[in-house]
């Protein structure tokens, strides 16, 4: 599966980024010039299938050159079920779409992006108010984080 390294350092890149879940995927955007992030949008999955025509018309929508999918190992950084799945998801996005996919870890983004949430006002029903976007948000700044000099410092 390709990954980061075959960006072009010399130009900006659209990146999405999935926070992977058995019955709702996040999806957030971010472009590695200018650093920025924002979430867009909960995609239902059963089991961890997703609609893929959703998720290839979020593709054809915002025309990204990466995707980074969210790796979520366990606390001693071993491999979960979850984080089994995570990987198998990361390896069908690049099947069926073609694109480079990279895994960046994820431990904590959910419990972050709860606790954030909840300082933000939210009331904690996540099913009539789900974060997973928000979560996918904050997957994407610590990949771009982890790789700004890499895609930034030469721009």
Known sequence: MPDSQTLDKQKPATV???DYGLKQIGVAVGNTLL?????LVVLRARDGVPD???????????????LVVGDPLNMDGSVSELATRARKFGRRLHGRLGLPVTMTDERLSSYTAKQEQREQGHRGDYKAAPI??????LILQTWLRENAERHRGSA
């Open 16 to 18: 999405l980024a999935f």
């Open 35 to 39: 650093g920025t992030t924002r979430s």
């Open 52 to 66: 893929w025509s959703a998720l290839a018309a979020l593709v054809a929508e915002w025309q990204p050159d990466l």
């Open 132 to 137: 997973d976007s928000y979560a996918a948000e």
